[in-house]
Structure formats: structure tokens, C-alpha cells
């Protein structure tokens, strides 16, 4: 059976201190949508027990009883990969066929910085693997790059959240940059959903990126649909 790695941040505080961590719906609808069909591993760079951002939690299980959010943290499977989630020092991308990265504002603030993941998301890319992040989690790709050395976004068509979106959820400080921002700098031809919120997937060759939370399940059906191929 075909493997697919998920990798989380170990950030659990954002830039001006509140808590942060991976958002419970961009790892729990992808994760429903691949589980039937791949193995999956959870990563991060520290390992065990990545952080959750606690705002989720409340806003997808304690008020929306979302069915997916509220199965994933009742969810002894996963319990068990969170708990032994792999240290990024650990991980062999050769026994992966495809990387997703889910978001929350986490992955902006460890990910871009971390040479390891660098070089994991580096390997992805370059053996033609679906490379895979939504909302803030392409923030883990910036300092990836192809064989000739260039940033993965260079000259492909992205998403991620948006700097609308970022400014609306009041967190423009709260993160080392904007991502949408990032993707341009790094040469990317940045698209997103004309209205806030609005879900978004953009597919350029092996590199599959998500705009926000209502664009989680569409990325799990995108990377579903690329593995399949």
C-alpha cells in the first residue's frame, strides 16, 4: 500500500506569544479522505505529540461538532500516530510516496526555518512526489527547492492563506511573514479564491497547495487523485 507522510509543526506559541499549534480540520479532513487508501506517518521536528492549536478545538469540536474534527481527536489510531509522530531527524523519504503538510499558524513559525525539513521537503519535490501543504503549511516549503536550485514555487501556480485572510484573522504580527507574500517572493504565480474563506486547490505538476481551512478536504481529494495516477 502506497505511504504518505504528514508532517506537523512543533510550534506551539505564535510570534507574540499565544498559543499555536497544527489546525484540527486542515489535518483531520485530509487524513479521512487518504486513510482508507495509504499508510500514513505523522513527523515533526521534535517528534511525539505535535501541538494542536487550541482555537480549533474549540471552534470545530466544542462549537460546530464537526463530524471529521470530532472523530479525529476521539480517534485512537491517530492518538497513537500523534504520540509516536517521527522526529524529522528520523524520517527516509524514500519509504513515502507523497508529503502534506496540514497548516495552522505552527508551520509559519518552525517549518521555514528548519534544514532538515528543508532537505525532506527538497527530496519530495525533486523525485516527482506529490509535495502537498494547505493554508499556512506551504510556509514549510519556502525554503525547499528543485534541481536547478531553485525555490519549489518558482514559476508554479500556488495557493496558501491569503494576506486578506491573514490581516481579517488579525494575525499579520503574529507570524514571521505573510504567505502569500512569500509565495511571490519565491517566484510563485500565487492564486486564491476571490472571497475570503473561499476554498481554493491549485495543482502544478507534483506541487499541490490549499488556501484555508474550507479548502482541506478538496487537498485530500487532490493528493488522493495524484497518488492514483
Known sequence: MPSILFIFTSADKNLLGGQTGYYLPEAAHPYYVLAPHFDIDFASPKGANPPIDEGSV????????????VKWVNDETVKSKLANAK?????????????????????AIDLPFDTTNHKIASEFFQAGKPTSAVCHGPAALVGATGK??????????ATGFSNKEE???????????????KIKENGGLYEKNPEPWGERVVIDGNLITGQNPASAKAIGEALLAALKK
Not at 524529522?88 to 496540514?102: I, M, Q, R
Not at 536547478?148 to 508554479?156: E, H, L, T, W, Y
Not at 494575525?171 to 514571521?176: D, L, M, Q, W, Y
Open 58 to 69: 474549540k471552534l470545530y469540536v466544542e462549537d460546530k461538532k464537526e463530524s471529521e474534527s
Open 87 to 107: 522526529k524529522l531527524s528520523g524520517v527516509n523519504t524514500s519509504e513515502y510516496d507523497a508529503v502534506f503538510y496540514p497548516g495552522g499558524h505552527g508551520p
Open 148 to 157: 536547478d536550485g531553485k525555490s519549489v514555487f518558482n514559476g508554479k501556480k
Open 167 to 181: 490581516e481579517l484573522f488579525q494575525a499579520t504580527k503574529a507570524v514571521p511573514f505573510l504567505l502569500e507574500d
